[in-house]
């Protein structure tokens, strides 16, 4: 099992914002597509961001111009900066390296935004 250390999450305002990371092998992550999903109660589990190998962002489009996914290859570690936060954005969020090292998952972060 390849862990993927995920820190970062917590509570903050309306328009305030959180960096999340996540970390993992070094093995895995040089050959991994890296992403963050979140969950929140009522909704399934939706892809919020991913970068490729090769550096490549998309977002979906509820967090276009707010967020921004990207990797640092020296410390094999993948962050998401999310800004201009929204209640909506109330989710657990997860961690995801994907490719052909494997799919793995981290244990997830919550973030809370109130209004």
């Known amino acids: 099992q390849v862990p993927l250390v995920e820190s970062g999450g917590g509570l903050v305002q309306a328009g305030g914002s959180l960096r999340l990371s996540c970390a993992t092998s070094r093995s895995i992550f040089s050959i991994n597509a890296m992403g963050w999903y979140r969950h929140s109660p009522g909704k399934q589990r939706e892809l919020v961001a991913r970068i490729s190998r090769g550096g490549i962002p998309n977002y979906a489009d509820s967090v276009k111009g707010r967020f921004t996914i990207s990797r640092d290859n020296a410390k094999s570690t993948v962050y998401l900066q999310m800004n201009s936060l929204k209640p909506e954005d109330t989710a657990v969020y997860y961690c995801?390296?994907?490719?052909?090292?494997?799919?793995?998952w981290g244990q997830g972060t919550q973030v809370t935004v109130s209004s």
């Open positions: 995801n390296s994907e490719g052909l090292g494997g799919n793995y």
